[in-house]
């Protein structure tokens, strides 16, 4: 069996449901587009996930899985391969670092749209833009695989791709400008309240040394510059994706907090929106490491998620 060439199909397979999906929804089948855009969207991942290792596509629980990994080894002749399914798949890039790991309702939405429509209970209520979705999720994976122009992958359809990426890039930077202004409003309106040496001291309290390990998770926090007020707020990171003998490792952001505007931001969208979407070193403003070498090694081998702690204790 010849591996490279079966999980090689991967990569044409997407783009040619990415196609379709598009030319679905041209005609106003929204079922197709749904269907196809799901499919599209699993084997692209797939495609990725491969790239970087085939054994990342095994299943991890049930029956014939110790044939499968003899079979992706080139150790045993075989038709067929099961794999795992779509939301593993986004799981494991997530684990990665390729996709954002804080919470995607949307991209669930979508994939249990492409179910749905296989089971024929697919219903879509609009409550999101499975467009953008669809477009902006297989950018982020096309960045990840970097085989592959975008040109090449949605062929006719790349103008609507390009306009649609424009409309939700232009949406997020409204929201985020929003979100700051807010944040202000709320810190000058907190300064006008005290006495100027009440908000110092209340800055001093709050913004020394935010980085430690938050109780009771497995979640690091970081010090960061709040792109609304200034002052010290804490970025919320995973476990480590990336780990480097001697040199401290390197995590994804899933949440930022300031606790003196009382600044948020809990998407992918916010988080890139403030320039804080890529890896970080695990490290405090004087350049110390946040974990050791041994903790980070324990974290990389049994994360358990983190990012959706309840911070309003510290504020």
């Known amino acids: 069996m010849d591996v490279n060439r079966i999980f090689g199909e991967l990569f044409p397979g997407a783009r040619r449901f990415a196609q379709s999906a598009l030319d679905a929804l041209s005609k106003d089948d929204e079922e197709v587009f749904l269907l196809h855009a799901g499919v599209s969207i699993e084997r692209l991942a797939k495609a990725v996930l491969a790239q970087k290792s085939p054994f990342l596509l095994l299943e991890t629980k049930g029956n014939g899985n110790e044939d499968a990994l003899f079979q992706i080894a080139g150790l045993e002749q075989s038709k067929k391969i099961r794999t795992i399914g779509a939301a593993s798949a986004i799981a494991r890039l997530k684990r990665l670092g390729v996709l ?3 919470k995607d309702p949307e991209l669930d939405g979508l994939i249990e749209l492409r179910n749905g429509v296989a089971h024929l209970t697919a219903a879509h209520d609009g409550s999101f833009d499975a467009l953008a979705k669809f477009v902006g999720t297989s950018t982020t994976l096309l960045t990840a695989w970097g085989r592959s122009g975008p040109e090449h992958y949605w062929g006719p359809h790349y103008g ?9 890039g232009e949406k997020a930077a409204r929201h985020f400008s929003r979100l700051i202004e807010q944040a202000r409003y709320r810190v000058a309106q907190r300064a006008q309240a005290l006495p100027q040496t009440a908000m ?3 800055l001093k309290e709050r913004s020394v040394n935010v980085a430690l390990t938050w109780p009771n998770s497995r979640t690091v926090l970081l010090p960061r510059e709040c792109p609304a007020c200034g002052n010290l707020g804490a970025l919320l990171t995973g476990p480590p994706v990336l780990i480097t003998s001697g040199k401290p ?3 994804v952001p899933q ?3 300031c606790f003196i505007c009382d600044l948020d931001l809990r998407t992918p969208e916010e988080l890139a929106s403030a320039g804080m979407d890529g890896r970080v070193p695990l490290v405090k403003t004087n350049g110390e490491r946040v974990l050791t070498e041994a903790e980070e ?6 994360p358990d998620g983190g990012g959706d702690e309840d911070v309003s204790s510290a504020r």
């Open 200 to 202: 110092e001291a209340l």
């Open 249 to 251: 490792g390197e995590a």
């Open 255 to 257: 949440r930022f907090v």
């Open 297 to 302: 090694a324990l974290w990389h081998q049994f």
């Open 160 to 168: 609507l791709v390009e306009l649609t990426l424009s409309e939700v």
């Open 100 to 102: 954002p790991q804080t």
